[in-house]
């Protein structure tokens, strides 16, 4: 397929950071409204092959192993991602390039808890300054971790999350509390009407 894909305008295959850049920028103007995100859900472009761009455990972006230091630039390349069958790419309406991501794509870095008659709600900030309110539409998960503790990750959109920082995770752990689920007991956090479970009751009491 052609750099210059079907539309005449940049693409995404072999070309360096400012090309990269300018065929984002021409998907992310794909979008009538031009407001929110492009609607990446609706291409299906043909695959074009792997671009030397990786997403580090840390959030960090990196393009043929230099970090890419600009946020919004960082910001734009995020608009365009997708995620099918475990592999992640930058896709636009004519091509698709594959890209690797270390652990998640994007990073929970600052959350705030609300309050109301509805109960608990919690609404996480990305590091790419999506907002994210944490309801049984983003769901919070909990994996194991290496050192043996539980890492946390939030659905953002599709088939792509965040992972949540250590220090927000802690929060998590302050606010959680002990619920009879399925018959038993577990640990876990409320918000926006939902309960996310974070390990067995007995667990996490044997370990404080």
Not at 137 to 149: I, P, Q, T, Y
Not at 166 to 176: E, F, I, P, S
Request: proline share 6%; aromatic share 8%; with cysteine.
């Amino acid at each position: 397929m052609a750099n210059e894909g079907q539309t005449g305008k940049p693409g995404l295959e072999g070309k360096d950071l400012e090309g990269l850049t300018a065929a984002a920028t021409n998907a992310a103007n794909t979008n009538p409204a031009r407001r929110g995100l492009p609607p990446v859900h609706l291409w299906n472009p043909p695959f074009c092959g792997d671009l030397d761009m990786r997403i580090g455990t840390d959030g960090t972006w990196f393009y043929m192993g230099t970090p890419i230091g600009r946020p919004a630039l960082v910001r734009l390349f995020s608009t365009i991602l997708k995620r099918e069958d475990g592999k992640h790419f930058l896709v636009t309406p004519v091509e698709k390039v594959g890209i690797r991501v270390d652990d998640a794509p994007f990073l929970a870095v600052e959350m705030q808890a609300e309050q109301d008659d509805r109960g608990r709600r919690l609404r996480f900030r990305t590091n790419v300054d999506d907002w994210v309110e944490c309801d049984t539409g983003h769901r919070l998960r909990f994996e194991a971790s290496a050192d043996g503790g539980l890492t946390p990750y939030l659905h953002v959109r599709a088939d792509l999350w965040a992972k949540v920082t250590r220090a927000l995770y802690y929060d998590l752990v302050d606010m959680g509390e002990e619920r009879v689920v399925d018959g038993q007991p577990v640990f876990g956090v409320e918000s926006g009407g939902a309960f996310f479970a974070m390990a067995d009751a007995k667990q996490v009491r044997d370990a404080l």
